[in-house]
């Protein structure tokens, strides 16, 4: 209420809590997830093979830029590739399975 009156009485706009720093929010790198939490995100996963490639190559993450980062680590380290095509990046995509 006091920051309320403050903000008012200088013009100021009220503070603005950003969302990732919210409790709960898996974004929050002071949030833990617990067992058997509802809010516990998918596991997502690719394979190598899954967009052709002849590669045993498979990971794992929460969110599809730890796949991302995985994969192009692993891309410019074993398959040569410095660069990500758009199509490839397409492929990626409809790749990464829940």
């Not at 950003?18 to 409790?23: I, N």
């Not at 002849?54 to 995985?70: A, L, W």
């Not at 590739?81 to 397409?90: E, I, K, Q, R």
């Amino acid at each position: 209420m006091l920051i309320n009156l403050l903000c008012n009485y200088s013009g100021m706009n009220l503070p603005v809590l950003s969302p990732k720093y919210l409790p709960g929010n898996p974004v929050n790198p002071h949030y833990e997830y617990k067992a058997g939490a509802p809010d516990k995100p998918p596991v997502l996963s690719f394979r190598c093979r899954d967009i052709g490639m002849d590669c045993p190559f498979e990971v794992t993450g929460t969110t599809k830029n730890k796949i991302y980062r995985e994969f192009i680590g692993h891309a410019e380290s074993t398959h040569n590739v410095t660069v990500l095509s758009a199509d490839l990046l397409f492929k990626i995509n409809e790749a990464i399975k829940k």
